[in-house]
């Protein structure tokens, strides 16, 4: 359908079961949208040699001493530095591990129900340094070295799966000042806590409910045609149907799994080197914009009649519009840039060049 023809049309997704507008009205044209200011919050004036530590930057190499403590690394391929990725503690944690985990259920007591209630702020809060380098985005390293960064996530999220207490891990980047991020360097985290968080329960909620009317994976079941970017032999990546936010990204499995933690080496590879391509694709196409990404997985301790329909992906939003009144009052999007149209333009540019 051409771009001029379109009118506003609502639509909801099988996983989230989110709706959204897509009014075209309500931007020029869809490669009219670009981020307008530089996505870095504070890289300050660095000196000219890239590779040597900012001066107030903790996560850069050199100044190991002025984080929190370091949980593991990964070691360089070469002697060029002592490590390639740290992951450490958050110095600031939102949920803290020193503090008593809320007590198991008693057997046979019933799940907390609907209402108030409070529970201890216990829970782990990591910082994933993705390189040691300040000048370094995520996206200029190499396929392996992206690979690296998410075997990382792999590794530690198995790690905290460990803890009795542990219920779910939200593993996320911000990238960019408007995207939530406070450092420059590039770096994500993830969050462990003692709870299933909301935007969980409803995202297995929908995607049960399709099973159990349609015997189907939502995830699975995704029509790729025209809202496809770019694929390899184990991901999609896909521009979703019923996109929240403009030129928003999908990179999905294509073989049925719950579970982002139990990635192999070989599939990790390959997704780096996806994800490193979207990135640049975003990059190339929006101006360096603020971005952040999310990848939703299973809670730990799924029920195996759950496994048919939990499908992890990792989702990647731009943030090229703020949040109103609208969207704060309904839960409900308005996005001016149908995916077809953001496919489209995504899937035509070439990042050799
Ligand atoms: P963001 O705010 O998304 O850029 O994430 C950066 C995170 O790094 C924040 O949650 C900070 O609390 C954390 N952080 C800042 N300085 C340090 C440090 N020296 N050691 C460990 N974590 C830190
Ligand atoms: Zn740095
Ligand atoms: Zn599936």
Redesign the pocket.
């Known amino acids: 359908m051409a771009e001029a023809s379109r009118t506003s049309e609502a639509r909801r997704d099988a996983v989230f079961g989110r709706w959204v507008i897509f009014s075209p009205a309500r931007s020029r044209r869809p490669t009219d949208l670009k981020s307008h200011g530089p996505a870095n919050p504070s890289p300050g004036p660095g000196p000219d040699d890239g590779n040597a530590p900012r001066p107030s930057c903790?996560f850069c190499l050199g100044r190991e001493s002025?984080?929190?403590p370091e949980i593991f690394r990964v070691p360089a391929p070469d002697a060029s530095s002592p490590w390639r990725i740290r992951v450490?503690?958050?110095?600031?944690p939102a949920l803290r591990r020193d503090v008593e985990p809320p007590p198991p259920p008693e057997e046979g007591e019933e799940p907390v129900g609907a209402g108030e209630c409070a529970v201890r702020g216990f829970g782990f809060h990591d910082?994933v340094i993705e390189t040691p380098r300040h000048d370094v985005r995520l996206w200029d390293l190499d396929a392996e070295g992206v690979g690296d960064v998410l075997l990382a996530y792999a590794r530690r999220v198995r790690q905290l799966a460990e803890h009795p207490a542990v219920k779910y891990v939200q593993v996320f980047k911000?990238h960019g000042a408007s995207a939530?991020?406070?450092?420059a360097h590039s770096?994500s985290?993830m969050i462990g806590t003692p709870f299933v968080p909301p935007s969980v329960t409803s995202r297995l909620n929908c995607m049960k409910e399709v099973f159990e009317r349609s015997g189907k994976c939502s995830l699975c079941e995704i029509q790729c045609k025209d809202i496809l970017v770019s694929e390899t032999r184990n991901f999609s990546a896909i521009v979703p149907f019923a996109a929240s936010y403009p030129f928003e990204i999908w990179i999905i499995p294509r073989e049925h799994s719950s579970f982002f933690h139990k990635i192999d080496q070989d599939k990790v590879l390959d997704l780096g080197s996806l994800l490193k391509n979207i990135l640049e694709k975003l990059c190339k196409q929006l101006n360096d914009p603020p971005f952040n990404y999310m990848i939703h997985s299973a809670p730990f301790g799924l029920s195996s009649s759950c496994m048919p329909y939990t499908h992890w992906f990792l989702q990647i939003v731009p943030q090229l519009s703020v949040t109103g009144g609208f969207e704060m009052g309904s839960g409900c999007y308005i996005n001016p840039v149908f995916p077809e149209d953001a496919a489209k333009i995504l899937r035509e540019i070439d990042c050799s060049i």
Do not use: D, K, W, Y
């Open positions: 903790p002025e984080c929190a450490i503690e958050n110095l600031f910082v911000n939530g991020a406070s450092m770096h985290q």
